[in-house]
């Protein structure tokens, strides 16, 4: 279940380049307004896989409608935010939440919570090409000489980087369904990529404004459409739109997919 959410700023302002933080807790706190066990259960239990790996199963995407500034991001009138679960009460506490108190605060601005729609899921046919609508992350462990393990994030030119989202999309779906899904599953990232870097609670996080196309069994495709790929989704990272949208029943080529990231990805 998605939503398509407008946000109006009451007056201009210049947000900082780590505002996503500041969604995350318009998120959370909307959702404990609108439905405070939806809440409870999905900020402190979550879903695990059967290896104990613990999933939020919330994605949403960061503001479009920004201007780059030099020093942050600009804002003024209305914006966009989608917000995404395969959980439809996950959805529902969010818009409980906001459709209550429609005048929130993103930061120290104050923000007028303008309209709602759910948006139709697509039909999914075992392959679809995804546009990031905030960046992808995923990350390994690497041992240093000293013998201490670090985390390190992968890049989408590195052949883990694909690896690495298809494990993390399985691995999440054995959360969910609450059995592995069968089938083979195959992703195909495409250039150009714009890394970005963001701080989200003293963590900085890198990830990566790109498209990709998956091939598998649907039940994987639309979960990583509505819950997110990749790591950190339920701190805003890993959102994506489909890309066939943009050109009909058609799928892409690759021109049309380059022409249109490099316009996703300079926002």
């Known amino acids: 279940m998605r939503l398509r959410i407008l946000l109006r ?14 969604l995350r807790g318009l998120a959370y706190t909307a959702m404990r307004r609108g439905l405070p066990q939806v809440a409870h259960r999905l900020h402190e239990e979550g879903w695990r896989d059967p290896e104990g790996r613990r999933y939020k199963f919330l994605t949403y995407s960061w503001l479009h409608g920004l201007q780059p500034d030099r020093t942050g991001l600009w804002a003024e009138g209305a914006v966009t935010w989608w917000i995404s679960s395969p959980i439809p009460a996950v959805v529902e506490a969010l818009a409980l939440g906001l459709l209550r108190e429609p005048e929130v605060r993103l930061g120290f601005h104050p923000v007028i919570v303008e309209r709602i729609e759910v948006e139709p899921t697509p039909a999914f046919e075992g392959t679809a090409t995804f546009i990031a609508l905030s960046p992808i992350t995923l990350s390994t462990g ?89 790591e950190h989704t339920a701190s805003g990272f890993g959102m994506v739109t489909m890309a066939r949208g943009q050109w009909g029943n058609t799928s892409p080529s690759e021109a049309q997919i380059k022409h249109f990231v490099r316009f996703q990805i300079s926002q």
């Open 9 to 22: 700023f009451v007056k201009p302002g210049l947000l900082p380049w780590s505002y996503p933080e500041w």
């Open 142 to 230: 690497e041992r240093r000489a000293d013998g201490k393990l670090v985390k390190r994030y992968l890049s989408p030119e590195e052949p883990e980087f694909a690896q690495a989202m298809a494990e993390n999309l399985r691995r999440k779906a054995a959360a969910f369904y609450g059995q592995a899904i069968p089938g083979d599953l195959e992703i195909r990232v495409h250039p150009p990529y714009r890394s970005k870097l963001v701080r989200i609670h003293d963590t900085d996080i890198r990830g990566w404004m790109l498209a990709f196309t998956v091939s598998g069994p649907s039940d994987l495709l639309r979960l990583g459409y509505e819950a997110g790929f990749g």
